[in-house]
Structure formats: structure tokens, C-alpha cells
């Protein structure tokens, strides 16, 4: 009886388990590889040097539901963050020190089960730095339309058609229709640089609210309504 060759199959194992050995691309939800979200603090490119403080690019992490921006909320999360989609928060969203984050044309909406009247959709605590921008200011297209007092603006979802409508592009830092607080409160220290934040309304500081101890340093985006 003839023995069977085994070199042809040894050497095809080999070759299997080295290929499984390879680095793989990363692959997004889609099916279409996923690319690194590379750019500075100050959006998609920075335009400081002339001011002499020019800012390097950073890689940034992907934030893909609701989940994923509290769990930048533990010790020593802080790092560089960025939308995949818009967000609706049913709590407050604290940061951790030196989180800083990319709406990337996205949306965060605080629409709060909390039984409180006001209540934020970012709150910076005291001894934390946070930082905001907005790579993709072209992106995101949202709708905004005064209530009836005209002393808010409002979220309009859907497709709305109204003449008084409000667009704003790019990202946003609002609350739902009803739901009301500051759209920052700052106790530690909160630097801007991009983004919108809008539709907001407090007894305090609609749209940033900095305590006494707190400092609010804004280099760019949109505070309104």
C-alpha cells in the first residue's frame, strides 16, 4: 500500500496559520473599512499657527451610542472622542478629566428621565477639564424653530417646512422639545472650539452656564437660542 504524501499538506497548514497571524483591517459595521478619525482639538485642520499655537493631530475613538460616552465618564478616561451618530442622553453626561470631544457633525440631546426642572446636558465638575469640537462643520443639517414665547429655541424632528425654521449645520449640544437646562454647566474648566450649542434654556445660563470657580474658554463654534 502506498503512503500519502504529507509535505503538500504540512506545508498548506503552515501557510494557514501564519496568514492567520497577519494584521487585519479594521472593518466598520457596514462592511466597509473603517478609517482612522485623524485631525487637531481645533477641527479638521488648524488654523493657530499664525497665533503660534499650533495644534498636532490626534487619533480619535469612536463614540457609538449612548453607552460608550458614559463609559468616558470613569478615572483616567480621558482622551480623544468622537461621534459615529447622534446621541440622546437620558442623564447627564459628566466627562472625565481631559476628555475631549468630536461631534463630528453629530448631535447630543439631553432628554432626561430626571425628575429635576433643569437639568444639563454636559456638566463639567470641578478639577475636570473638558474640551469641545467639531471637525465637520458642513455634516450635520438640524432644525430649530422658536416656542411659542420666543424666548427658546426648539429641536424640530422629522421634515420641517416652516418659513421661521432656524438651520444649523455641523454638531450640536441641545435638549429635547419640553426638556429644559443649561446645554454646559461648567464648575471645572471648559474650552470650545467648535460646534453648535443651541436650544437650551436654564435659570442660569442657557447655554454655558459657569459657576463661581469655573472658567469657560471659547475659541470658536456657536452659542445661540
Not at 493631530?57 to 482622551?79: M, P, Q, R, V
Not at 458642513?138 to 424666548?151: L, M, Q, V
Not at 422629522?158 to 446645554?183: E, Q
Request: proline share 2%; with cysteine.
Amino acid at each position: 500500500m502506498k503512503r500519502k504524501p504529507w509535505g503538500g499538506f504540512l506545508l498548506t497548514l503552515v501557510l494557514a496559520v501564519c496568514l492567520s497571524l497577519l494584521p487585519t483591517t479594521a472593518q466598520a459595521t457596514d462592511g466597509e473599512e473603517e478609517q482612522k478619525h485623524v485631525h487637531p482639538i481645533c477641527g479638521e485642520s488648524c488654523t493657530h499657527a499664525s497665533e503660534g499655537e499650533e495644534h498636532t493631530e490626534k487619533t480619535w475613538t469612536a463614540i457609538k451610542s449612548e453607552n460608550d460616552l458614559y463609559e468616558t465618564e470613569k478615572d483616567g478616561k480621558g482622551g480623544y472622542y468622537y461621534l459615529t451618530t447622534d446621541i440622546v442622553l437620558k442623564w447627564i453626561w459628566q466627562p472625565a478629566d481631559g476628555v475631549t470631544l468630536c461631534l463630528n457633525g453629530h448631535s447630543l440631546t439631553a432628554d432626561h428621565d430626571s425628575i429635576e426642572t433643569f437639568d444639563q446636558t454636559v456638566f463639567v465638575d470641578q478639577n475636570r477639564s473638558f474640551t469641545l469640537t467639531d471637525c465637520n462643520g458642513d455634516k450635520g443639517s438640524y432644525t430649530f424653530r422658536k416656542n411659542e414665547n420666543g424666548d427658546k429655541w426648539e429641536l424640530v424632528t422629522g421634515n420641517p417646512t416652516g418659513s421661521d425654521d432656524i438651520k444649523v449645520t455641523g454638531g450640536v449640544i441641545t435638549h429635547a422639545v419640553g426638556k429644559t437646562g443649561s446645554g454646559v454647566h461648567v464648575k471645572g474648566t471648559f474650552t470650545m472650539y467648535g460646534g453648535t450649542i443651541a436650544g437650551n434654556r436654564a435659570e442660569n445660563g442657557g447655554g454655558v452656564y459657569a459657576v463661581s470657580g469655573g472658567a469657560f474658554v471659547m475659541y470658536g463654534g456657536t452659542i445661540a437660542g
